[in-house]
């Protein structure tokens, strides 16, 4: 059994491949976003979001791509908004 408290768990959600792609000047391509991806899990980080299938042709080719991670899960963008804000 493991001493380690729960509390001190500590999980890294990774928005690189969405947020960076989101910076002027920045345009990822899948390959891009594939090596990052690879990157990003040869360092150990828990959850790399991917960006937003659907949202364009980028996305799309990168989420059909199969991945071979070893210590991440790759994850999609999903739609936020503010409570109480009207859509």
């Given amino acids: 059994m493991s001493d ?6 500590i999980i890294i959600f990774d928005t690189t491949l969405r947020d960076g792609g989101q910076t002027r000047g920045v345009d990822f391509s899948a390959a891009d976003k ?3 991806t690879q990157a990003l899990d040869d ?9 937003w299938p659907g ?3 980028t996305d799309d080719m990168f989420f059909s791509k199969d991945k071979k991670l070893k210590n991440a899960k790759l994850v999609a ?4 908004r503010r409570g109480g804000a009207f859509c």
């Fill in 4 to 9: 380690q408290r729960t509390d001190d768990l």
């Fill in 34 to 36: 594939q090596f990052i």
């Fill in 43 to 51: 360092f150990g980080i828990d959850y790399i979001e991917g960006g």
């Fill in 55 to 57: 949202a364009n042709p």
């Fill in 77 to 80: 963008f999903g739609m936020t």
